[in-house]
């Protein structure tokens, strides 16, 4: 019963791994590959069956579904990554709201003493606001500083006063208080603004460099600061000036501000010791590093349903593709424990 019986016809015993009648079989697997070639299907037998059924309409959304989400994950990543972030984004208006109206109370001033400032009044940023306070043209003290302005240390005691109390206020000497304190503009000291162009400077954010850039020990932090202009007008600027003022005398664009006003003015403003510069830099650190990290965050989680969603269109799209299944399970498990991480963690 076990002993094998020669293939009929032949007197040869079949060889090991072929079937007996594998002779029948050939023509029946060419005709299959015939018909693949030609874009037939081939079932089991051999024999040809239906083509497959056109792409749904719904396949197809979800095709195109998948790739918009594709596009707006990259696009979002790529803007998280390289756009400019500006951290310290605080309500700067009002500042320079003060900032017009230490402007424009020096127009006025001049306009009330034949269109020219006594020496004495522009020696200094100090001695030009005690001048404006003795005037009664501009009395406030608080128009010139900043509460978080970072050379404070987080500890702001702003002078209530620029003059001290005397019965004769066209002589009060300056406070102490009020000198030397780290006042938030810089002023050009120039005896008469209104006979200059409408597009010079003449007080603006301290800090300024020649570059056209500000320090990190301004008010804003580095991240660009205010110019009021003689023509009344005040212009702030996003990091920096990026050649937008215009060189007195000529009308060339430059960077300089220095280069904005006529030759040989004077410029007046508080400048940090290096002790408390090195603060203001070390703390802007830790503020960008602190905010930068909950901007991450919250990217990740804005990315986390984007990507909930184009696991559901993938799957959708390719509902029989379990490799693809299980690797944007691993993908999506990943999100959601970085998603975590940031949540509880950090």
Not at 26 to 43: C, F, H
Not at 135 to 151: I, K, M, R
Not at 189 to 214: H, K, N, Q
């Amino acid at each position: 019963g076990g002993t094998p019986t020669p293939a009929p016809g032949t007197g040869a015993l079949p060889r090991k791994g072929k079937h007996p009648g594998g002779g029948a079989c050939r023509p029946r697997l060419q005709a299959g590959l015939s018909r693949l070639a030609g874009g037939e299907r081939v079932g089991e037998t051999g024999t040809a069956v239906d083509p497959a059924p056109p792409i749904s309409k719904l396949r197809w959304l979800g095709r195109a579904l998948v790739v918009a989400l594709l596009l707006l994950t990259v696009g979002y990543v790529l803007v998280i990554l390289f756009w400019p972030v500006r951290v310290f984004s605080s309500n700067f208006g009002s500042n320079r709201a003060d900032l017009a109206t230490i402007g424009k109370s020096r127009m006025i001033c001049e306009g009330d003493h034949n269109d020219r400032l006594p020496p004495e009044a522009v020696t200094d940023a100090y001695i030009f606001a005690a001048y404006l306070a003795r005037t009664g043209v501009l009395n406030s003290s608080a128009v010139w500083f900043y509460e978080f302005d970072p050379v404070w240390r987080g500890n702001p005691h702003l002078p209530a006063i620029i003059l001290t109390p005397a019965q004769d206020k066209q002589h009060a000497p300056v406070s102490p208080d009020f000198l030397g304190s780290p006042l938030a503009w810089a002023v050009a000291l120039v005896p008469s603004a209104v006979a200059l162009p409408a597009e010079t400077p003449i007080i603006w954010t301290r800090g300024l460099r020649p570059d056209g850039t500000w320090r990190e020990d301004s008010i804003e932090r580095g991240e660009g600061g205010s110019i009021f202009f003689v023509g009344g007008n005040v212009i702030h600027y996003r990091t920096n000036i990026e050649g937008k003022l215009h060189k007195f005398g000529t009308g060339e664009p430059t960077s300089n501000i220095i280069d904005a006003l006529p030759p040989g003015t004077r410029i007046s403003e508080y400048t940090p010791s290096p002790d408390v510069a090195g603060y203001a830099r070390e703390l802007n650190r830790k503020i960008k590093q602190e905010r930068l990290n909950a901007i991450v965050r919250s990217s990740l989680f804005a990315l986390l349903p984007l990507l909930l969603v184009l696991g559901g269109c993938f799957a959708v799209t390719h509902p029989t593709c379990g490799w693809l299944r299980r690797r944007l399970g691993l993908l999506i498990g990943l999100i959601c424990a970085v998603w975590f991480w940031g949540l509880f963690f950090d």
